[in-house]
């Protein structure tokens, strides 16, 4: 794996926010639309009591997961997208909006699902690691954890979507805390469902 680079940090995200209020198209994007029906698809659950998205930029994605959940806290790295999500979801009471970069900023609270989509290539090693210890601490028991990510190489970030998720297997191992449920391969991303033990 590499570990040339650093995690990328809010600064970049502002930056790329500051050029473009929708930098990738998720409101407006066919891959994008296709991606999160596959995502929903991906859910075992039809309702989720807690729920935690990381990296919910304006909120699209959010807005379909929040019909799914009782309560969900969506963050992401950049306050620039928060605007626009806490005004697409300002109808739904259950929803927590916040501006939050992890690992250095973590949730006190424990989660049914987490969705790390589109995030863990943007952390260098040592953060995805402490990450990912994270997500498992605050993962109830039976909780599903859902990774979904851009397989194609892009220079600017530390990993690739092949390298988190690999990375993330290796908690799905005989005596580790994860078991893999689904692997779903598409041309330009990747999806794998793990639930804890």
């Known amino acids: 794996m590499s570990t040339q680079l650093s995690t990328l940090d809010q600064a970049y995200f502002d930056h790329v926010y500051q050029a473009n209020d929708d930098p990738w198209s998720f409101a407006t994007s066919d891959y994008e639309r296709q991606k999160y029906k596959a995502t929903l698809a991906a859910l075992p659950n039809a309702h989720y009591d807690d729920a935690f998205e990381i990296?919910?930029?304006?909120?699209?994605?959010?807005?379909?997961?929040?019909?799914?959940?009782?309560?969900?806290?969506?963050?992401?790295?950049?306050v620039l997208p928060l605007k626009a999500a806490r005004e697409r979801l300002a109808s739904y009471p259950g929803v927590t909006i916040q501006q939050m970069q992890l690992p250095n900023e973590f949730p006190d609270s424990s989660f049914d699902l987490i969705l790390l989509?589109?995030?863990?290539?943007?952390?260098?090693?040592?953060?995805?690691?402490?990450?990912?210890?994270?997500?498992?601490?605050?993962?109830?028991?039976?909780?599903?954890?859902?990774?979904?990510?851009?397989?194609?190489?892009?220079?600017?970030?530390?990993?690739?979507?092949d390298?988190?998720?690999?990375?993330?297997?290796?908690?799905?191992?005989?005596?580790?805390?994860?078991?893999?449920?689904?692997?779903?391969?598409?041309?330009?991303?990747?999806l794998d469902l793990f639930q804890k033990k």
């Not at 402490?130 to 599903?144: A, K, M, P, V, Y």
């Open 117 to 161: 989509s589109e995030v863990g290539y943007y952390l260098a090693i040592p953060d995805l690691t402490r990450t990912r210890q994270l997500l498992i601490d605050h993962l109830n028991t039976n909780g599903h954890l859902l990774l979904v990510h851009w397989t194609p190489f892009v220079h600017d970030y530390p990993l690739t979507g």
């Open 55 to 78: 990296g919910c930029s304006i909120g699209v994605l959010t807005q379909m997961l929040a019909d799914r959940c009782s309560r969900l806290l969506a963050v992401d790295a950049s």
């Open 163 to 190: 390298q988190v998720h690999d990375f993330f297997l290796e908690a799905a191992q005989p005596n580790g805390p994860l078991i893999h449920l689904t692997n779903q391969r598409e041309s330009t991303y990747r």
